[in-house]
Every structure is written in structure tokens, then in C-alpha cells.
């Protein structure tokens, strides 16, 4: 992957006069947040909704909260545009890789475990595993809009 993302919303549609409202009330409801810290170090195998795809990602076990609190904004700005928000319990994670179709029950169990024996066992895994979130991004089409952390 060129780059690695967490989601803090599910991919949504939004017409193009939404975009500048859309874009303004983020930027204004995620100015207050700080910048953090979070760790993303536990392997687990995820599937899209409709199973047609499956992810290998590092799940986030520090830094939770944060996440939340920052959904619980995006979730309000996507609330007024009446768009669906993010998951309930959402597991956050960085995904390193995808295939098609649902593999999850190939990769549970001892090839699940052997990843994490991998990712446990590299040399400076407390380091590369530690991510200090400093902005937030929102991509719509082909514009990527960015916001700062304080």
C-alpha cells in the first residue's frame, strides 16, 4: 500500500454541493482535538460488510479512546447531512493487506497466530507500531482535505 490509514467513518456519498459544508463543519467540529498517540499491534483478520473482501490489519489496543471521541464527531457531521455513521463497536485498525472473496476462515488460528509471532518478533516493533495522529483526513473524489491536530 502506498500509504496507511485508520477510518474514522464508512465510505459515503456525498454530492458535490455537500462537499465545502461538509469539509467547514469537520474542520470545525475536530479543531479542538489534540494531537495523540496510539498503538496498533494486534493482528486480526477483518471483512468488509457484504464479505466480498478480506483484510489483514494491525488492530489499535492503544489509543481507543481518542478514536472514539473523534468518531463521535465525524458521526455528527455526518448525522447532518443524513449519512450513515460509523459501526457501533467499531475495532479500529490499519489494514496491510486484501484479497477478494472471505477468507477469514483460512486465516484464523495458526496463520493468524504466526503473523502475530511476525510482527511480535520484529526488532523494534515498539517503535514502528507506535503512530502519534497529527491530522485528520478526508477524502472526497480526487481532494484530499486535511486537519491539523493542536
Not at 22 to 34: C, G, Q
Not at 136 to 146: A, D, E, L, T, V
Request: aromatic letters at 14%; glycine letters at 4%.
Amino acid at each position: 500500500m502506498e500509504e496507511f490509514h485508520l477510518s474514522l467513518s464508512q465510505c459515503v456519498v456525498l454530492r458535490y454541493h455537500w462537499i465545502e459544508p461538509f469539509v467547514r463543519s469537520l474542520k470545525e467540529r475536530l479543531a479542538s482535538f489534540h494531537r495523540f498517540f496510539c498503538v496498533a499491534d494486534q493482528v486480526k483478520v477483518y471483512t468488509n460488510q457484504n464479505k466480498t473482501r478480506t483484510f489483514i490489519g494491525l488492530e489499535v489496543s492503544a489509543g481507543h479512546f481518542q478514536l472514539l471521541e473523534l468518531v463521535s464527531e465525524v458521526d455528527r457531521v455526518l448525522e447532518e447531512f443524513d449519512l450513515p455513521t460509523f459501526y457501533k463497536d467499531p475495532s479500529f485498525h490499519i489494514s496491510l493487506a486484501w484479497c477478494v472473496g472471505d477468507l477469514s476462515g483460512r486465516l484464523e488460528g495458526q496463520c493468524l497466530r504466526e503473523l502475530q509471532d511476525i510482527v511480535d518478533g520484529f526488532e523494534d516493533s515498539a517503535l514502528l507500531l507506535r503512530v502519534q495522529w497529527e491530522e485528520i483526513r478526508c477524502k472526497s473524489g480526487n481532494k484530499y482535505f486535511s486537519f491539523p491536530l493542536r
